[in-house]
């Protein structure tokens, strides 16, 4: 999808005419009206233009919002959102790259380019709409469903325990990790623009709500809170992983909300052009090849 490149609409034209087909109650109506916001407010904040911001989606309910907002987007295969971002970051420094995947789409078809991104310090963020359940395909279990949950493929309910994203991409070399709820609206708004302005790998676990198939609604309100201001050095790798790990996605324990880890090093992207500095320009040389073989 291709939008008007005007880049002072506001932010209700980002929303597309296509038809929302999520299920009323779905925590990504959230996370769509809080992108919307957030990326109307960094144009006009930060003078990025709309036509400077990509979206990609991923294979879910989630990916649906490549279609609900008007801004470029691209529709990856099935946990293959970031390798693509990474593609089109490195081709155009010019572009704010943003995924937006699932659960089961990027921490079980996609962990090891999630990883692998993260590693790098490639410069895009990752948008991850946690719901804990395979939703498009009706309920089954995904890699950070809790210990004992019984879905259509699980009925017993499963034994193993569940991923802690954070504590994954902490170890992988994220440079900006956070974690947000789609019940407190105007935070999430606000991890949305710190993630996206951060130069490095920035990712987001969104504790999404599905009201179909796993509604986690009361448990999330009663647990969920928004740490304060200094409650952990998000510049200290320590300090960060102590406070990842009083939730593992499991156990009954208070869910902090906010910005973990927050760091600056050199990007993927800046690397890589040092390192191809020089060197023949490719398209040429593929043009060359193509004109030979003709």
Known sequence: MTPDQSPGRPAGDLISPAENTWCPGCGNFSIQHMMKSAVAELSEEEGIPLRNFVF???????GKLADYLNV????????????AATGIRLANP???VICHVGDGDIYAEGLDHLIFAAKRNSDITVIVHDNRV????????????????????TP????????????????????????????KIRHLKDLFKE???HRGFSFVDVLQICATYFNLT??????AYEMKEGETDTGRYESALGKIREWDYDREAPIPLGTFYSVEKPIYEEKFRALT????????????VIEEWR
């Not at 017993?156 to 709820?181: D, K, Q, S």
């Open 56 to 62: 990609l989606g991923g294979i879910g309910c989630h």
């Open 218 to 223: 009361d448990y999330y309100n009663e647990h």
């Open 156 to 183: 017993g309910g499963i034994t193993e325990h569940p991923l802690n994203p954070l504590e994954v991409m902490l170890a992988a070399g994220a440079t900006h990790i956070a974690r947000g709820y789609t019940k």
């Open 72 to 83: 470029n987007s691209l529709y990856a295969i099935h946990g293959r959102s970031v390798p």
């Open 277 to 288: 500095a020089g060197r023949p320009e490719r398209r040429a040389l593929v043009r060359k």
């Open 195 to 197: 993630a996206i302005m």
């Open 94 to 96: 010019d572009l704010k």
């Open 134 to 153: 395979y939703g498009l395909t009706t309920g089954q279990y995904t890699p950070t469903s809790p210990t004992g949950f019984r879905g259509r493929s």
